[in-house]
């Protein structure tokens, strides 16, 4: 990773960290402010995967993948942005299934990292229980409104202090004679 990545990374990273408290301060509009931030943020990553597609992906041997995981994306976007109107009860769900398939991967992820003897499975590994928590505490209070509200922002804290931590941590740099 470079300099000039690692330094967005930790601004990214404190910057997560400050809205996150931000929405703790409010937890009666939080659901809806998130659901806006995550389809937009969902529909930003989709595009971004079209347009490499569109530019580069299309030449290239499994390029189609490219174009499924953006248009994948984009749908999903538009879809959570379609759920501010929704009861926040669902929206709990739709979080929980984001995590839960987020601590999937990151499972396979610390599995493959320690199976090849690389240090990185730690930090995948903290990024797997982090998003197990979450899953579990919103599940167990989810009739709660803002619970999970808090238990979301402490998570993204969490998230955010890993990402500032694997960011100031030393990466070997292989040169290709």
Same mark, same amino acid.
């Given at each position: ?11 990214? *990273? ?8 931000? +929405? ?7 659901? $809806?402010?998130? *659901? ?13 995967? $079209? ?18 995981? @953006? +248009? ?5 976007? &538009?879809?959570?942005?379609? $759920? ?11 979080? &929980? ?34 998003? +197990? ?5 919103? $599940?167990?209070?989810? @009739? ?34």
């Amino acid at each position: 990773m470079s300099k000039t990545r690692r330094v967005w990374n930790i601004i990214l *990273a404190v910057l997560n960290i400050l809205g996150a408290l931000i +929405l703790m301060l409010v937890p009666d509009i939080a659901f $809806l402010l998130i *659901a806006i931030f995550v389809g937009f943020m969902l529909m930003g990553r989709g595009l971004k995967y $079209l347009f490499y597609y569109m530019t580069q992906a299309n030449h290239m041997v499994g390029g189609k993948r490219v174009l499924l995981v @953006g +248009l994948f994306l984009f749908d999903f976007g &538009v879809f959570v942005t379609m $759920l501010v109107d929704e009861p926040q009860a669902i929206m709990i769900v739709y979080v &929980v299934a984001i995590h839960l398939v987020a601590a999937v991967v990151n499972i396979i992820r610390t599995v493959g990292n320690k199976k090849d003897g690389n240090p990185g499975w730690k930090i995948d590994f903290a990024q797997f229980f982090g998003n +197990l928590a979450q899953v579990v505490l919103c $599940l167990v209070f989810i @009739g709660h409104v803002e619970i999970p509200v808090y238990i979301y922002c402490i998570g993204e804290i969490y998230g955010s202090i890993l990402k500032i931590i694997s960011s100031c941590k030393k990466t070997a740099i292989v040169y290709v004679q």
